[in-house]
């Protein structure tokens, strides 16, 4: 058999054997060939690539080539290829990175300043970059002869969660958010979610057209001729509408006919697109109220719509200035991450409605939801409004939102997020409706995008497994064609579902990693899960994987966690940790020191291998409001509990917190042996000395060098006057690896008394039972003196000030109320949400500790926004003071 027959032979065979398979992957290959046709050309690229390396590296422009190469290069896939230039000059690039988008390029150096450069980047807030170590431009280390190709193993690598728009991101300027998107780069992300400005859509979607005197509502197009019309509330009967469509339109609508001018008549059906498009985005009369009835506030966008969860205008209502700067963000967003290469993933409709709808559309079919979390069921804060998919008005929102942002955005993706059943199920486990459900919300997507993706979080078939059982899961996952959806196993590190559900049945899905819940701030993670998880899913038999992600829901902590993931975006084999660990620390402080090595490898071992699937991380004592009620009949008497007990131990209503139910006490989550991080903390304030000598000498060397107003503390200004500083190799490399290790022994500092604290406080409780007052106040003396130390601690590091967050608050308002407002919100996102209330029935001392936190959350105190004292020093004093 000649060459070309067998192949042909074996061709057939496989097409024989799997065709499923092959048309699955085919379905993902259009949508990857669809959307590379969208991207930015290359120069356009390449240029995004240099201002990423530029303001990374600003020495170094001049030492890094890029150029953009298409997928044919990397034997089809995406990939970037490290070569040494082969013409070096003096001044000249010594480095050339090829690859298939700017993102790509940006993974590449990244790869090279970490694997060749010996640096480390990691957010600013965990302590930015370490780049000192790299050899200076002229003596940058060559990479083997034939250079060096990394393939992507799956085509996308993707960013976000819903929430991390609220939790992290809401305070951001646009300088922020170009450092966000240059890290994104770095680490290879090239599907994140972009959801800024997204109200802003709404508001246009939802806005009132005030035609003369008279309002009315089209609502439903058959070709040019209205089907059904609305004056005020009630339905007009058809025959009282012109049927002449067009003269109908431009009689009543005047809006529409100067936009109607613009249009060229070419063909009836452009025309009758835009038609029905217009009539659907400015008819749904709902009110600038209405709307703050629908949005929260600032902080609470995100609990306000997407999650499907509710507490609507909690923090509201959003201003205008909000509204316009916000959606300003996200086109200098949106241009960005096109410049790079990445595809964008925009929101969609998923059904929750401003409760005015409902008075409007009388006929619409809108549910209002369940109590999702309001401790009183109190009607202001409670309760979103679903529009049931399968409603003809459903398709006419989702079309119109759409079309909304493309106009706004242009046609810059298709993918949309949709998580309509997110922590909602639908009303009836029949299998059937469900898929009917499934493929109306993809409809809309379609009418708005003929080329619409629908990206859905997997989450609910871990939250709510109970309904989603197979037959509804698949009956959801397959409601639309194959490759037209994509689902993120969103807790994957830890609760897999591609194990459990046949890969999805079918739908190509994300290996997502979940790790941080509510934005809260502690050192966990599973490094071994990471490091194999991935891996495991992609060489399994059937496997659908067609990405990598990170979901989590509070960025800037744990860099760590996020470095080892980022890198399973370029990794086909698993990684050894141990090993891994070790160039870690030393690209990470600059260089190699025995003792941080050791302290890692227990690290490893105890604080990142929580391995126990608990997902609300961080429920320590010293964090929490203190809420144990010690009545001996607490727990048994319903008739003694308050509402805020009912709360706490309602199912359901906290998500997956940690309660040790066979225990009398409150108990705190505590998976490793704290001796040995105690060891390793140890082992880290030992290296502290050789990592930092002495601080305060440094910095004060750093002040006369730098000028007065440069701390050592500042990364951004220690480049900027980099001339002075970076006058002394020795004296810029301890700046360096001073703010990296500074970062983690505070952490790790925090970690530790953290837990200490718990079991004071568990001391103090037992104490008290057994009625030995001696003993209940030297536990309850330690436990308000561990809070104070810890503050001393936290406050020695500009990474950890409570300052710097109601700054940014502060700074995004254009007048007194908008800053009143974001001060509020700034302030009760932190601390909680909840209002006094006189009706409610609560204990007095529930009510002390809510009146407490409402008076401080209305304050306008100034918190620093500079860190003071010699972290180092303080660290050791701690140490010393209960450990030593
Ligand atoms: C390398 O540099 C030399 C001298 O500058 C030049 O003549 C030659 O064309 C260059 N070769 C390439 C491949 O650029
Ligand atoms: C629009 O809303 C206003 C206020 O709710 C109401 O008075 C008016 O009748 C409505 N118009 C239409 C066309 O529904
Ligand atoms: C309206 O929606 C609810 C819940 O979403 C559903 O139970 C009900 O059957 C729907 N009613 C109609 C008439 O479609
Ligand atoms: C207090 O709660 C009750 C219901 O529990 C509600 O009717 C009332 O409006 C609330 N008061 C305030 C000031 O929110
Ligand atoms: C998957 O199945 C295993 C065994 O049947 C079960 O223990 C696990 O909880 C399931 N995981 C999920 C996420 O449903
Ligand atoms: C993989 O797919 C084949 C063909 O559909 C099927 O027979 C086999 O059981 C699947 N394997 C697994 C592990 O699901
Ligand atoms: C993590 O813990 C599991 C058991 O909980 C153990 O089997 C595993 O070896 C541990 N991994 C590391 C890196 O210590």
């Given at each position: 058999m000649s060459t070309l027959k067998t192949l042909i032979f074996i061709t057939t065979l496989i097409l024989t054997l799997s065709p499923v398979a092959l048309s699955r992957l085919e379905a993902i290959e259009s949508v990857l060939k669809r959307l590379d046709s969208k991207r930015a050309s290359s120069s356009v690229q390449e240029s995004a690539a240099k201002a990423v390396l530029k303001r990374l590296l600003p020495a170094y422009v001049h030492s890094f080539e890029f150029k953009i190469v298409s997928k044919d290069v990397c034997g089809g896939n995406s990939c970037f290829l490290i070569n040494n230039y082969k013409n070096s000059s003096q001044n000249g690039p010594e480095i050339i990175i090829k690859g298939t988008t700017a993102v790509e390029i940006a993974s590449g150096l990244h790869w090279y300043i970490k694997y060749w450069g010996g640096g480390h980047v990691s957010w600013d807030k965990t302590g930015g970059v370490q780049i000192a170590s790299i050899p200076k431009p002229g003596s940058l280390p060559l990479v083997k002869d034939k250079g060096v190709m990394i393939q992507r193993p799956v085509p996308w690598n993707y960013y976000q969660n819903v929430v991390t728009s609220s939790y992290s991101y809401v305070w951001w300027n646009w300088e922020r958010w170009e450092k966000?998107?240059?890290?994104?780069?770095?680490?290879?992300?090239?599907?994140?979610?972009?959801?800024?400005?997204?109200?802003?859509?709404?508001?246009?979607?939802?806005?009132?057209?005030?035609?003369?005197?008279?309002?009315?509502?089209?609502?439903?197009?058959?070709?040019?001729?209205?089907?059904?019309?609305?004056?005020?509330?009630?339905?007009?009967?058809?025959?009282?509408?012109?049927?002449?469509?067009?003269?109908?339109?431009?009689?009543?609508?005047?809006?529409?006919?100067?936009?109607?001018?613009?249009?060229?008549?070419?063909?009836?059906?452009?025309?009758?697109?835009?038609?029905?498009?217009?009539?659907?985005?400015?008819?749904?009369?709902?009110?600038?109220?209405?709307?703050?009835?629908?949005?929260?506030?600032p902080a609470y966008l995100a609990w306000a719509q997407y999650v499907s969860l509710a507490i609507p205008r909690w923090g509201g209502p959003l201003s205008q200035n909000w509204l316009g700067q916000q959606l300003c963000l996200q086109k200098q967003i949106l241009s960005r991450m096109l410049e790079l290469g990445m595809t964008p993933v925009l929101p969609s409709f998923s059904g929750n409605v401003p409760a005015a709808l409902k008075k409007i559309f009388r006929s619409a079919n809108i549910t209002r939801l369940g109590d999702w979390n309001t401790v009183d069921k109190n009607p202001r804060w409670c309760c979103t409004y679903l529009l049931n998919p399968s409603d003809p008005l459903f398709v006419e929102i989702g079309e119109a939102f759409i079309r909304q942002q493309v106009k706004e955005y242009g046609d810059v993706t298709d993918i949309y997020n949709c998580d309509t059943f997110n922590e909602n199920s639908p009303p009836t486990s029949d299998p059937a409706y469900i898929s009917s459900l499934g493929a109306a919300v993809y409809k809309a997507m379609l009418k708005g995008d003929k080329d619409a993706v629908w990206l859905m979080q997997g989450w609910l078939f871990y939250s709510d497994s109970a309904f989603w059982k197979p037959p509804q899961m698949q009956a959801l996952l397959q409601s639309v064609p194959f490759g037209k959806m994509i689902v993120l196993d969103l807790f994957a590190e830890a609760k897999p579902i591609w194990r459990n559900s046949s890969q999805f049945y079918g739908t190509p899905y994300v290996w997502c990693l979940l790790h941080n819940f509510g934005g809260n701030i502690e050192m966990y993670g599973i490094l071994d899960a990471i490091s194999s998880g991935p891996v495991d899913a992609r060489i399994s038999e059937n496997s659908t994987m067609v990405g990598v992600g990170m979901c989590m829901e509070g960025i800037e902590q744990n860099p760590v966690v996020y470095e080892l993931m980022s890198e399973m975006a370029f990794r086909s084999g698993k990684v050894q940790v141990l090993e891994w660990l070790k160039t870690y620390s030393r690209r990470r402080y600059g260089k190699a020191v025995r003792?941080?090595?050791?302290?890692?490898?227990?690290?490893?071992?105890?604080?990142?291998?929580?391995?126990?699937?608990?997902?609300?991380?961080?429920?320590?004592?010293?964090?929490?409001?203190?809420?144990?009620?010690?009545?001996?009949?607490?727990?048994?008497?319903?008739?003694?509990?308050?509402?805020?007990?009912?709360?706490?131990?309602?199912?359901?209503?906290?998500?997956?917190?940690?309660?040790?139910?066979?225990?009398?006490?409150?108990?705190?989550?505590?998976?490793y042996s704290t001796q040995e991080v105690v060891k390793a903390l140890a082992l880290f304030l030992d290296a502290g000395n050789d990592l930092t000598g002495s601080l305060t000498y440094r910095k004060n060397v750093l002040q006369f060098l730098c000028g007065a107003e440069v701390s050592a503390y500042d990364p951004m200004l220690a480049h900027k006057y980099g001339l002075f500083c970076w006058i002394s190799d020795a004296l810029s490399w301890s700046v360096e690896i001073l703010l990296e290790c500074l970062y983690d022994m505070v952490d790790l500092t925090r970690q530790v008394l953290s837990k200490l604290a718990n079991q004071v406080y568990k001391d103090a409780m037992i104490a008290f039972q057994r009625k030995d007052a001696r003993a209940l106040n030297l536990h309850g003396q330690t436990f308000l003196q561990l809070i104070k130390d810890i503050d001393v601690l936290l406050a020695s590091d500009?990474?950890?000030?409570?300052?710097?967050?109601?700054?940014?608050?502060?700074?995004?308002?254009?007048?007194?109320?908008?800053?009143?407002?974001?001060?509020?919100?700034?302030?009760?996102?932190?601390?909680?949400?909840?209002?006094?209330?006189?009706?409610?029935?609560?204990?007095?001392w529930r009510k002390e500790w809510i009146a407490f936190s409402n008076k401080w959350q209305a304050d306008t105190k100034i918190y620093p926004v500079k860190a003071k004292g010699d972290a180092l020093a303080i660290a050791k004093a701690l140490y010393q003071k209960y450990f030593g």
């Open positions: 966000e998107l240059d890290w994104m780069a770095l680490q290879g992300i090239n599907l994140p979610l972009a959801f800024t400005g997204q109200e802003a859509i709404w508001q246009k979607v939802f806005m009132l057209i005030v035609i003369g005197d008279d309002h009315v509502k089209i609502l439903c197009m058959k070709g040019l001729t209205p089907v059904c019309a609305f004056k005020g509330s009630e339905e007009l009967a058809l025959k009282k509408v012109p049927s002449n469509g067009p003269l109908f339109l431009g009689f009543m609508i005047w809006d529409l006919v100067t936009r109607l001018l613009l249009y060229k008549l070419e063909s009836n059906s452009i025309f009758i697109k835009d038609v029905t498009f217009m009539l659907s985005s400015f008819n749904f009369n709902i009110t600038t109220e209405d709307l703050n009835d629908f949005f929260g506030g003792q941080v090595v050791a302290a890692w490898e227990i690290l490893y071992h105890t604080i990142y291998n929580c391995t126990d699937g608990i997902a609300n991380h961080n429920t320590d004592f010293i964090v929490k409001f203190p809420d144990w009620d010690p009545s001996p009949n607490s727990g048994s008497d319903v008739s003694q509990q308050d509402n805020m007990h009912v709360l706490l131990t309602l199912p359901g209503t906290r998500r997956f917190l940690f309660q040790d139910k066979s225990s009398d006490f409150p108990e705190a989550h505590l998976w500009d990474n950890f000030l409570l300052g710097t967050w109601l700054e940014s608050a502060k700074k995004l308002a254009l007048n007194l109320n908008d800053m009143k407002q974001y001060e509020w919100n700034a302030r009760t996102q932190v601390t909680m949400c909840l209002e006094e209330n006189k009706s409610f029935k609560l204990t007095e």
